[in-house]
């Protein structure tokens, strides 16, 4: 059974928040490195504004060590994962965690778009990050705005 449930995380709840997302600008940046009552918090913020939580990879290189490490964070916790090492090279990240506010999360690779984003990097609260993408007043900040919104009334919804 927890397999199973590690598998929804891992595929099919990315899936489902693309879907659903009115935030879809928005990605978050984790790694099983990270202590994991970190990454529960910041899975649990995720899910309020349907956001991805994005790992680089599997663990140890294995879809097995990586669903059992889902699979144990899941168990008392919201939200999914996935795999995308692809983001983190479109958006250079190199630490973690980062938030990335961005305002053509559709544009593929191979598109001529301009794509504008911020990072904020660190162990903070995602509203936090939000709002210091949101005083930026550039070309993301209404996304991330709208986010903070959501994620402000979801935390006491």
């Keep these: 059974m927890r397999t199973v449930l590690a598998l929804l995380i891992l595929f099919a709840m990315p899936a489902i928040y693309a879907s659903q997302n009115k935030n879809a600008n928005i990605f978050i940046f984790i790694s ?3 202590p994991k009552e970190s990454i529960k918090g910041w899975m649990k913020e995720a899910a ?3 956001a991805p939580v ?3 990879g599997l663990v140890n290189n294995s879809f097995k060590a990586t669903i059992q490490k889902m ?3 899941a168990k008392d916790n919201q939200g999914g994962m996935q795999v995308d090492p692809n983001l983190f090279r479109r ?3 190199k630490n973690v965690p980062a938030v990335v506010v961005t305002n053509q999360a ?3 690779p191979t598109q001529s778009c301009r794509e504008d984003y911020d990072v904020i990097y660190g162990n903070v609260h995602l509203g936090y990050a939000l709002e210091k993408i949101m005083y ?3 070309a993301v900040s209404a996304f991330a705005q709208e986010a903070l919104i959501t994620l ?3 935390a006491h919804g």
């Design 48 to 50: 309020i504004i349907h």
């Design 106 to 108: 559709n544009c593929l």
């Design 152 to 154: 402000r009334e979801g």
């Design 32 to 34: 099983f490195s990270m």
């Design 54 to 56: 994005v790992i680089r």
């Design 91 to 93: 958006y250079n990240i």
């Design 71 to 73: 699979a144990d964070l």
């Design 136 to 138: 930026r007043d550039d």
